[in-house]
């Protein structure tokens, strides 16, 4: 079959993106022709897809989208396309892997009262309802319970049309055998002292991953804590406002930010703690990576993922309503606390779960969605 997957950016380092990547090429092992529509496209080009660079001279990102989508219900029409899936909102699509969290939820919650009067809220709230309206028709791969039950009391969205998948990290960041002597040689390139305690946080999208909020609890650390604290930010967005806020809290000396990296499995064995105070998260991919890793976690509980945390009793949950003070104090917590049995928690945990198979999952849903298509069709054209 030939399947048309539609993005509006590919780049190596973003967890949708990844994830994109594994479901095309698992859809490509079983026969099907992949090719994926995008604005633009950044990093190797596998031999498994047929790549179509769609040009438009806009220049503001809502343009661009608009284009884009009008573009691919303009030409598809003229292409054997079977199945179209989307992997960011937009209408048109046959299926939607559900990456973002409810657009209009975080409207709601997270913008001041004005904001649901521009025209980028206009825009993406358009694109939400094409895919998530009662009626819509869309079949949805969702990994979120919390972002499910946020869509279906917005939108009515019928029930048989989404489609639940587990997660599907990358084995690689499970811990290795020689664990210990990649910590040892991470933490000797990057010249830290046996002393240093190594924060990390992983993400791109700075606002939304809650970087000011580590930044503040950071700051609040007792000055001995303090005074051992690394903290390594990796992530392809712009850090100015993150380095301006640091050095008003006279922590800048401790912050290092990286653009997105190909090694993360080294970083997760040569830290200590992960921090993801999400402001809003879908899934939060980073946190069971983290978990498989052996690397201790705080998470706040908005995070898809997160639950898993407080399951394997591998770092601390932050609960909603979010407050600071609660993410000082349990990053205070957590520097004390044993976490060789934290990451002992979290290895093992990680040995059982089903957290590895998202791709076969969403092949396996991506068949039986084009079996009930051709049925359909066939049907339809025997009565006619």
């Not at 092992?29 to 790549?51: A, N, Q």
């Not at 975080?106 to 009626?135: D, I, M, N, Q």
């Not at 800048?252 to 990286?258: A, E, I, L, N």
Request: proline share 4%; with cysteine.
């Amino acid at each position: 079959m030939n399947l048309a997957f539609c993005l509006y950016k590919y780049f190596p380092f973003g967890g949708m993106q990844r994830n994109f990547l594994k479901i095309a090429e698992e859809c490509s092992k079983r026969g099907h022709k992949v090719t994926v529509y995008t604005l633009s496209w950044e990093g190797e080009k596998p031999d498994f897809l047929k790549i179509v660079i769609v040009k438009t001279k806009a220049l503001r990102n809502i343009k661009k989208y608009q284009f884009f989508s009008s573009w691919l219900n303009n030409n598809l029409k003229y292409e054997s396309t079977d199945l179209v899936l989307g992997f960011n909102k937009m209408p048109g699509l046959d299926i939607y892997y559900c990456g973002d969290p409810c657009y209009e939820y975080k409207s709601k919650k997270l913008r001041p009262w004005w904001y649901r009067f521009t025209l980028r809220y206009k825009h993406f709230s358009e694109f939400e309802r094409a895919v998530f309206e009662e009626g819509a028709k869309v079949y949805i791969l969702m990994f979120s319970p919390i972002q499910k039950r946020i869509f279906r009391d917005l939108y009515n969205t019928n029930r048989s049309f989404i489609n639940m998948l587990p997660p599907g990290i990358s084995r690689d960041r499970c811990a290795p055998i020689n664990s210990t002597e990649i910590r040892k040689s991470f933490r000797k390139e990057f010249k830290l002292e046996s002393s240093d305690i190594l924060l990390l946080q992983i993400g791109s999208g700075f606002r939304t991953k809650g970087l000011d909020r580590s930044l503040l609890a950071i700051a609040a650390l007792p000055i001995k804590l303090r005074g051992n604290i690394k903290f390594f930010v990796i992530g392809q967005d712009d850090p100015k406002k993150y380095v301006s806020q640091a050095q008003k809290l006279n922590i800048s000396d401790k912050v290092t930010f990286f653009s997105g990296r190909d090694d993360i499995p080294r970083f997760l064995q040569g830290s200590d703690i992960l921090l993801h105070p999400s402001y809003a998260e879908n899934t939060g991919g980073v946190i069971l990576e983290a978990m498989a890793a052996g690397l201790p976690s705080i998470v706040t509980d908005v995070c898809g993922y997160a639950h898993y945390v407080k399951e394997a009793r591998a770092g601390i949950l932050l609960g909603s309503p979010y407050l600071q003070k609660t993410f000082n104090d349990s990053l205070e917590k957590i520097l004390l606390a044993d976490k060789l049995e934290l990451r002992k928690n979290g290895i093992n945990f990680s040995k059982t779960a089903d957290i590895y198979d998202m791709p076969l999952k969403a092949a396996d849903i991506i068949d039986q969605i084009i079996k009930e298509k051709w049925l359909k069709k066939n049907w339809k054209d025997k009565v006619e």
